[in-house]
């Protein structure tokens, strides 16, 4: 099933753009790296980026099109 970044609200849809342009073309197995070591956190806005993580998960991630 493949999920988009609308099912986020405004404040995680910004910061998971943010970190795909500033990530590249792999900015998904970046991001499930940072979520697994808790990287995520000092990232900016990374408060968002854990919003997006407890409340849809790794399954949401691998499965997003932006």
């Known amino acids: 099933m493949t999920r988009t970044i609308n099912e986020l609200n ?3 849809q910004a910061a998971v753009l943010a970190y795909a342009a500033k990530h590249g ?3 998904k197995s970046a991001l499930a790296d940072a979520w697994m070591t808790g990287r995520d956190a000092s990232q900016p ?3 968002a980026l854990r919003q997006v993580r407890n409340q849809f998960g790794p399954k949401w991630l691998s ?3 932006l």
Do not use: L
Request: aromatic share 16%; glycine share 8%; hydrophobic share 40%.
């Open 10 to 12: 405004a404040d995680q």
């Open 25 to 27: 073309r792999k900015w």
């Open 45 to 47: 806005d990374g408060w």
């Open 63 to 65: 499965a997003v099109t």
